[in-house]
Nanobody, 117 residues
Framework: QVHLVESGGGLVQAGGSLRLSCAAS????????MGWYRQAPGKQRELVAG???????RYADSGKGRFTISRDNAKNTVYLQMDGLKPEDTAVYYC???????????WGQGTQVTISS
């Protein structure tokens, strides 16, 4: 059974940084895409960043230049480094994985990120 467990969320001041981690288990993920989504209160879940099996990345415009996604296939882990955080980045952040970044089929439970102004 596939499990994704996020960690690293918390409360930080605007301008600060956080590094989210997502540890995956239950299969080998090196050939799959992995990604981070977020959902703020009252808003739809949206893609933050994705990384495919060959290291190619994509970012939402909101995070370009501030967020960096990376993966460690040996550890079945994907990371999201977030710098220059803004109050509008406040959301629950979810890790996801799937055969490609148009087919994320497994999701974690989410980790809360709160940015104070």
């Amino acid at each position: 059974q596939v499990h994704l467990v996020e960690s690293g969320g918390g409360l930080v001041q605007a301008g600060g940084s956080l590094r989210l981690s997502c540890a995956a288990s239950g299969r080998t993920f090196s050939s799959w895409s992995m990604g981070w989504y977020r959902q703020a209160p009252g808003k739809q879940r949206e893609l933050v960043a994705g990384i495919n099996s060959d290291g190619g990345t994509r970012y939402a415009d909101s995070g370009k230049g501030r967020f960096t996604i990376s993966r460690d296939n040996a550890k079945n882990t994907v990371y999201l480094q977030m710098d220059g955080l803004k109050p509008e980045d406040t959301a629950v952040y979810y890790c996801a994985t799937g055969p490609n970044w148009f087919s994320f089929i497994y999701w974690g439970q989410g980790t809360q990120v709160t940015i104070s102004s």
